[in-house]
């Protein structure tokens, strides 16, 4: 079983900075897919970041913006938010899967970004 905790949410104004941390506990952490997804109000659930054997994928809407990264010593996960926009706003899930799925979820962080 793996358990995930998210911070560092809140609000900022559009083209600052904010980096969004994912405590991990349990299975070997160093071994497991991690990943950052988002939702909007009204929209449905879409990825952003994940990182994996040494490889990092993104969304096209994050591209250039966002950088992910790990810590498995501290088996924490980051995501580096950079010139962020009104439409960047949503709960941002933190996610964790032993193979090619996500089956471990955190609770959320909310990000809102004012224009």
């Known amino acids: 079983q793996v358990q995930l905790v998210e911070s560092g949410g809140g609000l900022v104004q559009a083209g600052s900075s904010l980096r969004l941390s994912c405590a991990g506990s349990?299975?070997?952490?160093?071994?497991?897919?991690m990943g950052w997804f988002r939702q909007a109000p009204g929209k449905e659930r879409e990825f952003v970041a994940s990182?994996?054997?040494?490889?990092?994928t993104y969304a096209d809407s994050v591209k250039g913006r966002f950088t992910i990264s790990r810590d498995n010593t501290e088996k924490m996960v980051y995501l580096h938010m950079n010139s962020l926009k009104p439409e960047d706003t949503a709960v941002y899930y933190c996610?964790?899967?032993?193979?090619?799925?996500?089956?471990?979820w955190g609770q959320g962080t909310q990000v809102t970004v004012s224009s």
């Open positions: 996610a964790a899967g032993e193979t090619g799925t996500f089956d471990y």
């Open positions: 349990g299975r070997t952490f160093s071994a497991l897919r």
């Open positions: 990182t994996w054997r040494g490889y990092r």
